[in-house]
């Protein structure tokens, strides 16, 4: 199954799928970079802001906060989710804003839905297009050189009488800008189990060559992936938070 359609299909279950994922801690360890590194604005867009979890908890902040996505059922929760906030139909790789922000974030290694790395570029320097001086563009990735194709994650749901299993993979080749993201979802009712598989392409790169990309358009900052406590890489760990800060 392609991943338009396990992404659009099964949108209902995303939230499930991610139910291990503490957003709170997420948005409020960014809130923190941003009064740390970035303006005392307040315009906030979330990109790949799926169902709109994060965009919640930032209006809670205080935050004018918005979201895009690519996919309209994601969209259509969101809003559910976040009446007061505004959200766009759109492609991360060339967005455009109708006033300029002071925070784009992008969680959940969402910034390597970009495919290639030309998109990613797109992506970034579209970012900085939106942001005004001072802003900042906020996300996660994972370093290509650093991935581990036999680990995999794993969590089981328990909900309206039915067990959920959802389980990821990261997938590197060896060579090249191309990874890919491995997912699985069993869902098992009264002893049947239904299944869907989805290999996404996924844009790869090392932290040196994204850093490299950054660079012309932003102060870069590389933090060890842990959003309670603000550490600096260490330049072994294979995940890391992008601190991006507009001059």
Known sequence: MSSNY???????YYDLMCADINYHAQSYGVRRLHQLFGNDGNAHQDLACGTGPH?????????????????????????????????TLGDMCDFQVDEP???ITCFLYSIHYSG???????CIASA?????PGGMFCFNSVDKNKIDNNLFEQHTVDQGGSLFTFRS?????????????????????GGVTQSWED???????GFEELTKILEPFF???ILEHDYERIIPWDKTSGNAIFVCVKA
């Not at 396990?6 to 209902?12: E, G, K, M, P, V």
């Not at 900085?128 to 005004?132: I, S």
Request: net charge positive; aromatic share 10%.
């Open 6 to 12: 396990l992404y659009t299909d099964l949108s209902a």
């Open 55 to 87: 965009v919640r908890y930032f209006i809670d902040f205080g935050y004018q906060s918005s979201g895009l996505d690519i996919n309209p059922p994601m969209l259509a929760q969101a809003k559910t989710r976040c009446p007061e906030a505004q959200f």
């Open 101 to 103: 922000l002071d925070l």
């Open 116 to 122: 290639a790395i030309e998109k990613l570029k797109q």
């Open 128 to 132: 900085h297009r939106a942001l005004k």
């Open 169 to 189: 993979a990261w997938h590197y080749p060896g060579e090249g800008g191309k990874q890919s993201l491995k997912l699985s979802i069993k869902k098992t009712t």
């Open 199 to 205: 290999v996404h392409p996924m844009v790869a790169s």
């Open 219 to 221: 102060d870069v900052h």
